[in-house]
């Protein structure tokens, strides 16, 4: 990123804040939104050219949006939750590419990591029903401690069952739905 990037992605941030200075107004903003330019024709905020991610970020305070951002101009924040959520939106962006073409979707690391499984928990996707004793929470655990294991072969063929579901009527609609800022 050159010395003009920044100062232009700095006065982007800072104009569409509630703070004056780049310091605090960071403190601001959240990831909301990713779209993925398999052109890589997206243009940063900050004047960068060939973007394949496009991020969308929302000011907390005063509503604003900046879009597209990409991940370097958002890593510039030096926000750990930031960084985080780009890493749990492009995961995304992974996952939904997997699905579109066809690709069997696994509990591995290939398509999931604990923060991903997470932010599917934040998100309401996995809902209470007779099968989790009417405590949603209860699937997230159960998919975080089948993720944690190494030998994917020891699992039983009941587990794998539940797992197959939870991923085939949860997660995955979630993810083709692409409404990842809900």
């Known amino acids: 990123m050159t010395t003009d990037s920044f100062r232009s992605l700095v006065a982007a941030v800072v104009a569409s804040s509630q703070a004056g200075s780049w310091r605090a107004a960071v403190q601001e903003w959240v990831v909301t939104d990713v779209e993925d330019d398999p052109d890589q024709q997206g243009i940063c905020v900050c004047g960068q050219t060939g973007l394949g991610q496009l991020f969308t970020i929302k000011n907390r305070i005063s509503g604003a949006e900046l879009s597209p951002i990409g991940s370097v101009c958002v890593n510039k924040f030096e926000q750990a939750d930031l960084d985080r959520q780009v890493t749990v ?10 699905i579109r073409e066809g690709k069997t979707i696994s509990l591995t690391s290939e ?21 989790n004793g009417q405590d949603a929470e209860n699937d997230y655990e159960f998919l975080v401690d089948m993720f944690n294991k190494r ?20 997660v995955l609609p979630f993810v083709e739905a692409g409404d990842v800022s809900r």
């Open 89 to 98: 939106f492009a995961e995304l962006l992974t996952l939904r590419k997997a």
């Open 111 to 131: 398509f999931f990591s604990r923060a991903l499984l997470e932010y599917f928990f934040h998100q309401d996707v996995f809902q209470p029903n007779q099968w």
């Open 151 to 170: 030998d994917k072969d020891a699992i039983s063929t009941k587990r794998k069952a539940k797992i197959y579901m939870l991923l085939k009527t949860t």
